[in-house]
């Protein structure tokens, strides 16, 4: 049984904090160093940096229970124009290819369509092939890619997705 409920509470940031350095140093080796990995987590997905993103740079996050155990999770942040930016979209690794990943979408397009928007977009890494053909098969158009400098000399080189709602 799954359930996707908006993160309230300073001890769940601390839950997904915990989960994100786990999925990032199983999952990102094949695709960045060690170094940018730690970096990226400490960055991006530590407690203070996301407590900062809610706080004060509009991002929302949602905690995906799986039979009330946290197995994942997701971050939007409504932009200023008729976008919606899906910022974050991970799965623990024994819960993929079970057909969450496709719920968890469905409630972006849901948290999209109540703030009005007219698509979702979002980044991804080049060299991410599996999020990137799961991404396609849901629905979403690669339109750009970017790299962005992110200091201490790492970029992050990605495709930008956008579906239309
Ligand atoms: C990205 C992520 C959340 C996707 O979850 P997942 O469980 O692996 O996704 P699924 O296997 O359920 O695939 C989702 C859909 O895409 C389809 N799909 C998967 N791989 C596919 C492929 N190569 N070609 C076509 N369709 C594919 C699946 O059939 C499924 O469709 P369905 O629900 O209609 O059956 C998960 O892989 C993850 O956490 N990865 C590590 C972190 C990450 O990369 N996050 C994204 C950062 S941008």
């Known amino acids: 049984m799954v359930s996707i409920e908006k993160v309230t509470a300073d001890s769940e940031l601390h839950e997904i904090a915990e989960l994100a350095g786990k ?3 199983e999952f990102f080796p094949v695709i960045l160093s060690a170094e940018q990995i730690d970096y990226m987590v400490e960055k991006f997905q530590s407690y203070g940096a996301m407590k900062n993103q809610t706080e004060n740079e509009g991002y929302c996050y949602l905690a995906v229970r799986c039979d009330g155990k946290l ?7 409504p932009e ?5 930016f899906l910022s974050k979209f991970y799965l ?3 819960m993929r290819g079970k057909g969450i ?28 092939t599996h999020a990137v053909d799961v991404y ?3 629905g979403f158009e690669t339109v750009d890619s970017v790299v962005t400098d992110i200091g201490n000399g ?4 990605d495709y ?5 709602l």
């Open 23 to 25: 999925i990032w140093h």
């Open 71 to 77: 197995c994942g999770y997701i971050a939007v942040k």
């Open 80 to 84: 200023q124009d008729s976008r919606f």
């Open 92 to 94: 623990r690794s024994d």
């Open 101 to 128: 990943a496709s719920e968890m979408m469905q409630r972006v397009f849901e948290g999209a369509k109540a703030h009005g928007k007219k698509s979702v977009y979002l980044t991804v890494n080049k060299y991410n």
């Open 136 to 138: 396609h098969k849901i």
């Open 154 to 157: 790492f970029v992050m080189d």
């Open 160 to 164: 930008i997705m956008e579906y239309k």
